[in-house]
DNA sequence: ATAGGGTTAG
C-alpha cells in the first residue's frame, strides 16, 4: 500500500505546533512549574467532600462554605478530587453545575472544568449502568455543548470505551473535539489503533504518515511502531496488501526517528522476509537500523543466517558473523547449529565439522558454546548422508561420552536412515533394537525409514511384518508410509497389492496427498502401464493434485517406450498448458526415444531445442545416443561420440556408457576393443558394476577365450562385484561344458547370489 | 535436527 503525500492534515491535526505548555498535561504527570516555588495552603478536600455528599445538592447554597471554597479560585486537581469521590454521576453533575454557577469568570478556568468533567466521566465508567459506552456519549456530548475543553485524559477514557464498543466514529470524533495545542504522541498512537483495528486502514496511514514527517509534532514511538506492525501482522499483509518493501520503507522512517525495533519484531520482520525470498531486504532492514542506532542481538542474527543458508549463501553469512564479531553479539548454540546445519545440507560436512570443533573454544578466538543434542543430531545427519555412516555412530559414541546427552528418536533416525542407505539393513535393524531397548520410542519416521531401507533392498515383505508390529505399539502409517509401500510393489509389478494399499490407506484414516498419486503413475509407468497411469493421473487431477514435472516425464517416457509417440505429444501439450516447462529429463526421454527409432536429425533438433533452453547435453544425453547407435549397428559412430565426450565436452563418461559401448563392441565380435574399454575404465577411475562384467564374460564366452575369462574373475573379485543371476547363467554354462567347474566353485565362494529375476 | 517419485546400459 502507498502511503498518500498528504497536502492537508487529517482529522485536523496540525502540521505544526507551537511549544507551549499543556498545563493540564503537566499537572497531571506529577510536575510542577517549579518545584521550589513556595506551595499555597492547603485546601480541605476532604472536607468539602463529605458536605457535598451529607446535603441534597438544592441546599447546597445555603452553605456558606462551600460557597467560599468555590469564590477563591480552587486547585483544578482539588476539583477532581472533589468530583472523584461524589460516589455517583448524577452528584458530579450537579457539583459541576453548582460550580460553574458560583465560580467567577476568572475561577472557572477552562481547566478547571475540564478536570472536573474528567472525574464525572470517570465516575460514569465504574457505575453499574448497562450503556457506559452511551452514557459516555451522552456526557461528550454535554460537554461539547457547554464547550468545555476536553483534558487529555478525559479524551482518553473516552476514546478508550467507544473503541472497545466498536464505535470508531464516535472515537474520531472525541479525537477531533480534542484541542490540537493538547495533543501528544500517545492519545494519537491511540487514534493509529482505533483507525487501524476499526478497519480504516486509509486514514490509518495518512495519519501515521503525518507522525512519520521529519518534523512532525508528534514523533512516533515505540507504542506506534507496536500499533503499526500489529496491525500489519494481524492482516497478514506481507506478501499481500503490504509488501516487503514497503514495510521495509516504513520501519526505516520510523529508525530516523530514533524508534527502533525489538529483538521480537526485528527477527518477526526479518524471518517472514527471508521466507518471502527477500533475504537481501532482510540483510538492509537489520543494517539500516544498525546504522541508524539501532541495537540487535543474537536472535535477529540467527534469524537471517537462517534465511540466507537457506539460500546456500554462505559468502553473506561468513560476512554476517564476522560482524557479529565485529558488534560483540555473541553466538549462541542455534547461530552454530544454522551454519552447521547448512553446510550439511550442501554436503560440506567437513567444514560443518571444523565449525563444530572450533565452538568448543580456540586460541584465536575464545568462543565457548557447548554444543546441544540437535547440533549433534545435524552433524550425525550430515555424515550418514554422505556415506559416512560409521563416523556418525561414533560421534553419538562422542556425545553420549563427552557432553552426556543421550540419543533421542531423531538421532537414531539420522543413523538408521544412514545404514539403510547404504544397504546396511542388518546395521540399522540393530540400531533400532538397540533403541527399543533404551527406551527410546521409535515414531513414524523411525518406521518409514526403516520400511524404505527393507523395501529398497527387496525386503519388502519384512517391511510389511516392520508395518504390522510398529502399528501394534500405535505406530500409525502416514500418506509417507504408503508412498513407500506403493513405490516397492509397483516396482515388483504387483500392482494389484500397490492399488489394494491405495485404496486400504484411506480407509485407516490416512488420505492421500499428492505425492501418494505420483508414486502409483510412476510405479505404474515403471510396470509399462502407461495408460492405467494415465487414469490415475486423471484421479489425481480430480483430487486437485495438479501433475507435476516428474510424472509428466514418466508419462511421456511411458507413451514413448510404448510407441505411442501422439500419446506423448498429448501430454507434452498438457503439460505446457498446465505451465510446466520440459526439463533435462523430458528432453532426454525424447532424445533416447527419437534416436532409437533413428529418427536421429529429430534427436538433434530435440537436442538444440534443449539447450536453447539453458540444459546442456549431459551424460544420460550422450548415452541415450551411444546407445541408440550402438542398436542401429552404428559403433562406430557411437564411439566417435563417446570419444568426442571426453575431448570437447566437460562429460566424463559413467558406467553406464562404458556398460553400453562395451556390450555393443563384444556382441560385434570385437571382444579385445571392449577389453581395452575396460581398462580405459580403471584408468579413469570408473566403477564397472556386474553389467560390466557380464558383457564381457560374454563376448569371451564367443571366443571361448578362458584364460581371460579367468582373469577377469579375478579382477571382479578383487572390486568385490557381486555375480548376478546373468553371471552364473553364462559361467556355469561355459565353464561346466569345459570342465572348469572347480574355477567356478572358488570364484562363488562367499557369494549369495541372487536368483530373482527381478 | 530425522522419512516418500524421474531420464541412458545387459
Same mark, same amino acid.
Given at each position: 500500500?502507498?502511503?498518500?503525500?498528504?497536502?492537508?492534515?487529517?482529522?485536523?491535526?496540525?502540521?505544526?505546533?507551537?511549544?507551549?505548555?499543556?498545563?493540564?498535561?503537566?499537572?497531571?504527570?506529577?510536575?510542577?512549574?517549579?518545584?521550589?516555588?513556595?506551595?499555597?495552603?492547603?485546601?480541605? +478536600?476532604?472536607?468539602?467532600?463529605?458536605?457535598?455528599?451529607?446535603?441534597?445538592?438544592?441546599?447546597?447554597?445555603?452553605?456558606? *462554605?462551600?460557597?467560599?471554597?468555590?469564590?477563591?479560585?480552587?486547585?483544578?486537581?482539588?476539583?477532581?478530587?472533589?468530583?472523584? *469521590?461524589?460516589?455517583?454521576?448524577?452528584?458530579?453533575?450537579?457539583?459541576?453545575?453548582?460550580?460553574?454557577?458560583?465560580?467567577?469568570? @476568572?475561577? @472557572?478556568?477552562?481547566? @478547571?472544568?475540564?478536570?472536573?468533567?474528567?472525574?464525572?466521566?470517570?465516575?460514569?465508567?465504574?457505575?453499574?449502568?448497562?450503556?457506559?459506552?452511551?452514557?459516555?456519549?451522552?456526557?461528550?456530548?454535554?460537554?461539547?455543548?457547554?464547550?468545555?475543553?476536553?483534558?487529555?485524559?478525559?479524551?482518553?477514557?473516552?476514546?478508550?470505551?467507544?473503541?472497545?464498543?466498536?464505535?470508531?466514529?464516535? @472515537?474520531?470524533?472525541?479525537?477531533?473535539?480534542?484541542?490540537?495545542?493538547?495533543?501528544?504522541?500517545? +492519545?494519537?498512537?491511540?487514534?493509529?489503533?482505533?483507525?487501524?483495528?476499526?478497519?480504516?486502514?486509509?486514514?490509518?496511514?495518512?495519519?501515521?504518515?503525518?507522525?512519520?514527517?521529519?518534523?512532525?509534532?508528534?514523533?512516533?514511538?515505540?507504542?506506534?511502531?507496536?500499533?503499526?506492525?500489529?496491525?500489519?501482522?494481524?492482516?497478514?499483509?506481507?506478501?499481500?496488501?503490504?509488501?516487503?518493501?514497503?514495510?521495509?520503507?516504513?520501519?526505516?522512517?520510523?529508525?530516523?526517528?530514533?524508534?527502533?525495533?525489538?529483538?521480537?519484531?526485528?527477527?518477526?520482520?526479518?524471518?517472514?522476509?527471508?521466507?518471502?525470498?527477500?533475504?537481501?531486504?532482510?540483510?538492509?532492514?537489520?543494517?539500516?537500523?544498525?546504522?541508524?542506532?539501532?541495537?540487535?542481538?543474537?536472535?535477529?542474527?540467527?534469524?537471517?543466517?537462517?534465511?540466507?543458508?537457506?539460500?546456500?549463501?554462505?559468502?553473506?553469512?561468513?560476512?554476517?558473523?564476522?560482524?557479529?564479531?565485529?558488534?560483540?553479539?555473541?553466538?549462541?548454540?542455534?547461530?552454530?547449529?544454522?551454519?552447521?546445519?547448512?553446510?550439511?545440507?550442501?554436503?560440506?560436512?567437513?567444514?560443518?565439522?571444523?565449525?563444530?570443533?572450533?565452538?568448543?573454544?580456540?586460541?584465536?578466538?575464545?568462543?565457548?558454546?557447548?554444543?546441544? =543434542?540437535?547440533?549433534?543430531?545435524?552433524?550425525?545427519?550430515?555424515?550418514?548422508?554422505?556415506?559416512?555412516?560409521?563416523?556418525?555412530?561414533?560421534?553419538?559414541?562422542?556425545?553420549?561420552?563427552?557432553?552426556?546427552?543421550?540419543?533421542?528418536?531423531?538421532?537414531?533416525?539420522?543413523?538408521?536412515?544412514?545404514?539403510?542407505?547404504?544397504?546396511?539393513?542388518?546395521?540399522?535393524?540393530?540400531?533400532?533394537?538397540?533403541?527399543?531397548?533404551?527406551?527410546?520410542?521409535?515414531?513414524?519416521?523411525?518406521?518409514?525409514?526403516?520400511?524404505?531401507?527393507?523395501?529398497?533392498?527387496?525386503?519388502?515383505?519384512?517391511?510389511?511384518?516392520?508395518?504390522?508390529?510398529?502399528?501394534?505399539?500405535?505406530?500409525?502409517?502416514?500418506?509417507?508410509?504408503?508412498?513407500?509401500?506403493?513405490?516397492?510393489?509397483?516396482?515388483?509389478?504387483?500392482?494389484?497389492?500397490? /492399488?489394494?494399499?491405495?485404496?486400504?490407506?484411506?480407509?485407516?484414516?490416512?488420505?492421500?496427498?499428492?505425492?501418494?498419486?505420483?508414486?502409483?503413475?510412476?510405479? =505404474?509407468?515403471?510396470?509399462?502401464?502407461?495408460?492405467?497411469?494415465?487414469?490415475?493421473?486423471?484421479?489425481?487431477?480430480?483430487?486437485?493434485?495438479?501433475?507435476?514435472?516428474?510424472?509428466?516425464?514418466?508419462?511421456?517416457?511411458?507413451?514413448?517406450?510404448?510407441? #505411442?509417440?501422439?500419446?506423448?505429444?498429448?501430454?507434452?501439450?498438457?503439460?505446457?498448458?498446465?505451465?510446466?516447462?520440459?526439463?533435462?529429463?523430458?528432453?532426454?526421454?525424447?532424445?533416447?526415444?527419437?534416436?532409437?527409432?533413428?529418427?536421429?536429425?529429430?534427436?538433434?533438433?530435440?537436442?538444440?531445442? /534443449?539447450?536453447?533452453?539453458?540444459?546442456?547435453?549431459?551424460?544420460?544425453?550422450?548415452?541415450?545416443?551411444?546407445?541408440?547407435?550402438?542398436?542401429?549397428?552404428?559403433?562406430?559412430?557411437?564411439?566417435?561420440?563417446?570419444?568426442?565426450?571426453?575431448?570437447?565436452?566437460?562429460?566424463?563418461?559413467?558406467?553406464?556408457?562404458?556398460?553400453?559401448?562395451?556390450?555393443?563392441?563384444?556382441?560385434?565380435?570385437?571382444?579385445?576393443?571392449?577389453?581395452?574399454?575396460?581398462?580405459? /575404465? #580403471?584408468?579413469?577411475?570408473?566403477?564397472?558394476?556386474?553389467?560390466?562384467?557380464?558383457?564381457?564374460?560374454?563376448?569371451?564366452?564367443?571366443?571361448?577365450?578362458?584364460? #581371460?575369462?579367468?582373469?577377469?574373475?579375478?579382477? /571382479?573379485?578383487?572390486?568385490?562385484?557381486?555375480?548376478?543371476?546373468?553371471?552364473?547363467?553364462?559361467?556355469?554354462?561355459?565353464?561346466?561344458?569345459?570342465?572348469?567347474?572347480?574355477?567356478?566353485?572358488?570364484?562363488?565362494?562367499?557369494?549369495?547370489?541372487?536368483?530373482?529375476?527381478?
Amino acid at each position: 500500500m502507498k502511503l498518500p503525500a498528504t497536502t492537508k492534515s487529517l482529522l485536523h491535526l496540525p502540521t505544526r505546533t507551537k511549544t507551549g505548555t499543556i498545563i493540564g498535561l503537566r499537572y497531571f504527570s506529577g510536575e510542577l512549574d517549579d518545584p521550589h516555588k513556595p506551595l499555597p495552603p492547603p485546601q480541605p +478536600v476532604s472536607e468539602i467532600v463529605s458536605l457535598l455528599n451529607t446535603t441534597d445538592h438544592n441546599d447546597w447554597n445555603s452553605k456558606p *462554605q462551600l460557597v467560599e471554597f468555590l469564590h477563591t479560585p480552587p486547585f483544578p486537581t482539588s476539583l477532581l478530587k472533589i468530583t472523584r *469521590q461524589l460516589g455517583s454521576t448524577e452528584k458530579a453533575l450537579q457539583f459541576f453545575e453548582f460550580f460553574k454557577s458560583h465560580s467567577s469568570s @476568572s475561577s @472557572s478556568s477552562p481547566s @478547571s472544568l475540564s478536570f472536573t468533567f474528567q472525574a464525572i466521566l470517570e465516575q460514569a465508567m465504574r457505575e453499574e449502568i448497562s450503556d457506559v459506552p452511551s452514557k459516555l456519549y451522552q456526557l461528550f456530548s454535554f460537554a461539547k455543548d457547554r464547550e468545555i475543553p476536553l483534558s487529555i485524559n478525559a479524551a482518553t477514557l473516552l476514546i478508550r470505551c467507544f473503541d472497545r464498543a466498536k464505535m470508531l466514529e464516535e @472515537s474520531i470524533a472525541v479525537f477531533n473535539a480534542l484541542d490540537p495545542e493538547s495533543r501528544n504522541t500517545n +492519545v494519537v498512537n491511540l487514534l493509529l489503533d482505533c483507525l487501524f483495528r476499526g478497519g480504516n486502514i486509509d486514514d490509518g496511514f495518512k495519519v501515521l504518515d503525518e507522525m512519520l514527517d521529519r518534523d512532525s509534532s508528534f514523533p512516533p514511538n515505540e507504542s506506534t511502531m507496536d500499533i503499526i506492525l500489529s496491525a500489519i501482522w494481524k492482516r497478514n499483509w506481507v506478501g499481500r496488501r503490504m509488501s516487503v518493501e514497503e514495510i521495509c520503507g516504513l520501519v526505516v522512517r520510523f529508525f530516523e526517528h530514533g524508534v527502533f525495533l525489538d529483538d521480537v519484531w526485528l527477527t518477526k520482520l526479518i524471518t517472514n522476509f527471508c521466507r518471502s525470498g527477500k533475504c537481501n531486504k532482510a540483510w538492509d532492514l537489520l543494517h539500516d537500523m544498525m546504522r541508524l542506532g539501532g541495537q540487535a542481538e543474537a536472535v535477529s542474527f540467527n534469524a537471517l543466517l537462517s534465511g540466507l543458508g537457506r539460500e546456500r549463501d554462505f559468502e553473506k553469512m561468513n560476512l554476517l558473523m564476522n560482524e557479529m564479531k565485529g558488534k560483540e553479539i555473541k553466538p549462541d548454540v542455534v547461530t552454530f547449529g544454522i551454519l552447521i546445519n547448512h553446510l550439511c545440507k550442501s554436503y560440506k560436512v567437513d567444514e560443518a565439522m571444523q565449525v563444530f570443533e572450533k565452538m568448543g573454544g580456540s586460541e584465536s578466538d575464545g568462543i565457548l558454546v557447548k554444543p546441544d =543434542l540437535v547440533l549433534y543430531n545435524t552433524l550425525i545427519d550430515g555424515l550418514c548422508k554422505v556415506g559416512r555412516q560409521e563416523e556418525g555412530f561414533k560421534l553419538m559414541e562422542k556425545m553420549r561420552l563427552e557432553s552426556g546427552y543421550e540419543p533421542n528418536t531423531v538421532t537414531y533416525n539420522c543413523l538408521i536412515d544412514g545404514f539403510c542407505k547404504a544397504g546396511e539393513i542388518e546395521r540399522s535393524y540393530e540400531l533400532f533394537d538397540q533403541m527399543k531397548k533404551g527406551g527410546v520410542v521409535p515414531n513414524v519416521i523411525t518406521l518409514n525409514t526403516l520400511l524404505d531401507g527393507m523395501c529398497k533392498h527387496g525386503r519388502v515383505n519384512s517391511g510389511i511384518e516392520l508395518f504390522a508390529e510398529m502399528q501394534g505399539k500405535g505406530v500409525k502409517g502416514n500418506a509417507i508410509t504408503y508412498t513407500i509401500l506403493i513405490t516397492s510393489f509397483c516396482s515388483v509389478n504387483n500392482i494389484d497389492k500397490a /492399488m489394494n494399499l491405495f485404496n486400504e490407506m484411506s480407509e485407516n484414516g490416512c488420505f492421500p496427498d499428492a505425492k501418494v498419486y505420483y508414486s502409483l503413475i510412476l510405479g =505404474l509407468c515403471q510396470a509399462r502401464r502407461t495408460n492405467d497411469a494415465s487414469c490415475v493421473a486423471s484421479k489425481a487431477k480430480e483430487a486437485g493434485f495438479g501433475l507435476d514435472i516428474i510424472c509428466y516425464n514418466a508419462l511421456i517416457g511411458g507413451f514413448c517406450r510404448k510407441n #505411442k509417440i501422439d500419446e506423448a505429444h498429448n501430454m507434452l501439450r498438457d503439460m505446457e498448458e498446465a505451465g510446466i516447462k520440459p526439463d533435462r529429463y523430458t528432453y532426454n526421454t525424447l532424445i533416447s526415444y527419437f534416436s532409437q527409432k533413428e529418427q536421429f536429425a529429430t534427436a538433434h533438433r530435440v537436442m538444440k531445442r /534443449m539447450i536453447d533452453d539453458g540444459y546442456l547435453p549431459n551424460v544420460v544425453t550422450y548415452g541415450a545416443l551411444i546407445h541408440a547407435y550402438c542398436l542401429a549397428g552404428n559403433v562406430d559412430e557411437a564411439m566417435k561420440i563417446f570419444q568426442n565426450m571426453s575431448s570437447s565436452t566437460n562429460v566424463p563418461p559413467n558406467t553406464v556408457i562404458y556398460n553400453t559401448l562395451i556390450d555393443a563392441l563384444c556382441k560385434s565380435d570385437k571382444v579385445e576393443a571392449g577389453i581395452s574399454l575396460l581398462g580405459d /575404465m #580403471k584408468d579413469k577411475g570408473v566403477r564397472p558394476n556386474t553389467i560390466t562384467y557380464n558383457a564381457i564374460f560374454k563376448g569371451l564366452q564367443e571366443r571361448n577365450w578362458v584364460e #581371460k575369462a579367468f582373469q577377469i574373475m579375478d579382477q /571382479m573379485t578383487e572390486n568385490a562385484c557381486n555375480p548376478d543371476y546373468i553371471t552364473m547363467e553364462v559361467l556355469t554354462q561355459w565353464l561346466s561344458a569345459i570342465g572348469e567347474t572347480e574355477k567356478l566353485r572358488s570364484f562363488l565362494e562367499g557369494y549369495e547370489v541372487s536368483t530373482s529375476t527381478a
